[in-house]
């Protein structure tokens, strides 16, 4: 069966520090891999999405960035935090392809950042 | 433009009692799908339903039921007997990507559920 994890779990880091959080799904190949934020107002807002190694696409400018190094790892760094970084993180998959299970999302447990 | 309301911000229910979660939504495409997904305090989100325009049959799952309504732009959430455990936040999202890249899901801000014995 299919497995996606993220970590840490929980992260409290100052202003202007670095930020990696780390996305690994097991159990499946290629599949399409996403990062969300969910601010206090709990709604989502889809940052990064990669339908394969190395293939990173954006939807909103921020301070973050991805990097996809390997077909099932998902990373989301960043070299400065800011105080408006602060949030939840998920990480999701899905599969890859033309209808079937389009939309149908596996998200990971969530990492808490705080910046102070 | 595509759009998910979820006008109920927050319900608080007892236990037992039957809760309706409402969603609407807004697209000019004839061929979308729609789904439910689930975040319990545990903060990972489950997904619950997913729902294509063309089929408007209601769905039943054990306590769940969804009420798919094209002619108001709605999927609504029916918990029957709601429980502790239904305490989450529920989301409602819209999809008109068939290509499977789930890059266009809009989603509603969420209805938070209390279920209080």
């Known amino acids: 069966s299919q497995t996606i994890h993220q970590w840490p779990a929980t992260l409290v880091q100052p202003v202007g520090s670095p930020l990696s959080l780390e996305c690994t799904v097991e159990?499946?190949?290629?599949?399409?891999l996403y990062w969300y934020r969910q601010a206090a107002g709990r709604g989502l807002q889809l940052l990064f999405y990669?339908?394969?190694?190395?293939?990173i696409s954006s939807e909103v400018p921020q301070n973050l960035s991805a990097s996809r190094p390997q077909d099932r790892q998902f990373i989301l760094s960043s070299k400065k935090l800011l105080l408006s970084d602060s949030g939840f993180y998920l990480c999701?998959?899905?599969?890859?392809?033309?209808?079937?299970?389009?939309?149908?999302?596996?998200f990971g447990e969530g990492s808490r950042l705080t910046v102070l | 433009a595509q759009k998910v309301t979820q006008a109920q911000t927050e319900i608080s229910v007892v236990e037992k009692e039957d809760v309706t979660l409402d969603c609407v939504y807004e697209?000019?495409?004839?061929?979308?799908?729609l789904f439910w997904y689930k975040q319990p305090p545990s903060g990972e989100l489950v997904f619950l339903i997913r729902?294509?325009?063309?089929d408007e049959q209601n769905e039943i799952s054990g306590r769940y039921s969804w009420n798919f309504q094209k002619s108001t732009s709605s999927f609504n959430f029916t918990i029957t007997a709601s429980q502790v455990v239904d305490s989450a936040v529920y989301f409602c999202?819209?999809?008109?990507?068939?290509?499977?890249?789930?890059?266009?899901?809009?989603w509603g801000l969420g209805t938070s559920l209390a279920v209080n014995p």
């Open positions: 999701a998959w899905s599969v890859l392809g033309r209808g079937g299970k389009s939309g149908e999302l596996f």
């Open positions: 159990g499946t190949s290629n599949p399409n």
């Open positions: 990669s339908v394969g190694i190395g293939q």
């Open positions: 999202a819209l999809s008109e990507d068939n290509a499977g890249n789930n890059r266009k899901l809009i």
């Open positions: 729902r294509n325009s063309f």
């Open positions: 697209t000019r495409d004839t061929t979308y799908y």
